[in-house]
T-cell receptor
């Protein structure tokens, strides 16, 4: 079945790198996403990766996908206080790409 | 461009009542998906509307129903409200019902007493 898991909390110092991890169970997952949710706000798509890719880089964000282990990670370089938020990993499948299955979210706290 | 808008922002209902939530998609988008986000959880897919029809549905009971209008806006209706229906209801819009980036609205916070 579909299951996406994340650790609940991560604390990093401003300027350090953050790595948020996610595991998923469904090998037919085709698209994998990272969303950011700030307090009282909706979800903002940060980046996504197709399952036939290993890595994607977009400015301060690097996504790594290990399809064999069904492991996805999001690295944020030079983490800033404005990066404090909840980060959700999500997956979808070919043909049902609008149906997203989300993890429980990782709360990132950035300290000075 | 106003982006995805949802109304109302907050809503308080009592058990057994019915509620209607509204969503206007981003300009140029024709597909609307609804998600329920309970406190401390990730969003869960309720259903998706495209061309005024329900195209996909998640694991939610028939008490949850919806509608899409010719202008692509959408409503989510929940009947016979339960305490467990208390959540943030998120609407997302996209262009086409295959893969396209989904833009989320700010949500409607529903509290059932």
């Amino acid at each position: 079945g579909e299951d996406v898991e994340q650790s609940l909390f991560l604390s990093v110092r401003e300027g350090d790198s953050s790595v948020i991890n996610c595991t998923y169970t469904d090998s037919s997952s085709t698209y994998l996403y990272w969303y950011k949710q700030e307090p009282g706000a909706g979800l903002q798509l940060l980046t996504y990766i197709f399952s036939n890719m290993d890595m994607k880089q977009d400015q301060r964000l690097t996504v790594l996908l290990n399809k064999k282990d069904k492991h996805l990670s999001l690295r944020i370089a030079d983490t800033q206080t404005g990066d404090s938020a909840i980060y959700f990993c999500a997956e979808s499948k070919r043909g049902t790409a609008s149906k997203l299955t989300f993890g429980t979210g990782t709360r990132l706290q950035v300290t000075l | 461009d106003a982006g995805v808008t949802q109304s109302p922002t907050h809503l308080i209902k009592t058990r057994g009542q019915q509620v209607t939530l509204r969503c206007s998609p981003k300009s140029g988008h024709d597909t609307v998906s609804w998600y329920q986000q309970a406190l401390g959880q990730g969003p869960q897919f309720i259903f998706q509307y495209y061309e005024e029809e329900e195209r996909q549905r998640g694991n939610f009971p028939d008490r949850f129903s919806g509608h899409q209008f010719p202008n692509y806006s959408s409503e989510l209706n929940v009947n016979a409200l339960l305490l467990g229906d208390s959540a943030l209801y998120l609407c997302a819009s996209s262009r086409g019902n295959f893969y396209n980036e989904q833009f989320f609205g700010p949500g409607t916070r529903l509290t059932v007493l």
